[in-house]
């Protein structure tokens, strides 16, 4: 059996004591890829993990930051990304259409927040905080093209699924709507391509139009 991680078992390994705190927060997000989401891969095979999403939002996002409705810094964009979901750690993951379990989301992220950034060095703490409390506010240019990708990603998935977490009951295309309004915000073409979404499956069918719930 593999020896358990634990903090003797780390400092047994360095006598930087900085260093030690850095690879106890780099173990401890490894987690981020036992954390399942509801999104289902496009060959429908499984549904993805946290890790999974972080990695296809941020390549999404180099490839579509020309498309963002103000200019961002990208690497700034990144940076958010691949922190904004780690207090899921701890929080787990909230379905986007549950509407009891998002009614305590933000005070369970908050107490993971406080947890799992304070595993790092101070200064890194705080920069990495930060940059999540950045992500969670979406008052900056960068905070809201991040939202943008996060929001995007699962709509691209769902509609290529035919469906996919839109199938669940009790969810209309005004709920879609209201999901997918942050990307419009970031960016005109990402939010004309998501109304055209929205009603190409509204079309075929796989989206309960609002009326229709």
């Known amino acids: 059996m593999p020896q358990a991680i634990t903090a003797d078992a780390l400092e047994s390994l360095s006598p930087n004591h ?21 999104t ?21 996002a180099m490839v579509l930051s020309e498309h963002s409705r103000e200019p961002v810094n990208l690497q700034h ?6 922190i904004h979901d780690i207090v899921e750690i701890d929080a787990g993951d909230t379905f986007a259409y ?10 369970r992220e908050m107490k993971a927040a ?22 969670e506010l979406k008052a900056t240019p960068e905070a809201r093209f991040a939202n943008a ?11 290529f699924t035919e ?3 839109w199938n669940t009951k009790g969810v209309t295309s005004a709920d879609v709507e209201r999901r997918t309004a942050p990307i419009a915000l970031a960016s005109d073409s990402l939010g004309d391509l998501c109304k055209t979404l929205i009603a190409e499956a509204i079309e075929q069918g796989i989206l309960v139009p609002e009326s229709g719930a």
């Not at 964009?77 to 691949?82: F, T």
């Open 163 to 165: 469906g996919g977490t």
């Open 18 to 38: 900085r260093l030690l705190q850095q690879l106890a927060f780099i173990l401890e997000v490894e987690k981020l890829k036992t954390v399942l989401r509801r």
């Open 149 to 159: 990708m996060d929001r995007l990603q699962p709509t691209l998935h769902n509609f």
């Open 40 to 60: 289902p891969l496009l060959d429908r095979s499984r549904v993805e993990n946290d890790a999974e999403h972080t990695w296809q939002l941020a390549l999404m």
């Open 114 to 135: 406080d947890r799992i950034f304070a595993i790092l060095p101070d200064d890194q703490a705080q920069e990495f905080r930060a940059l999540w409390d950045e992500f």
């Open 77 to 82: 964009v990144i940076a958010m990304l691949l």
């Open 98 to 107: 549950d509407h009891l379990a998002r009614a305590s989301q933000a005070e």
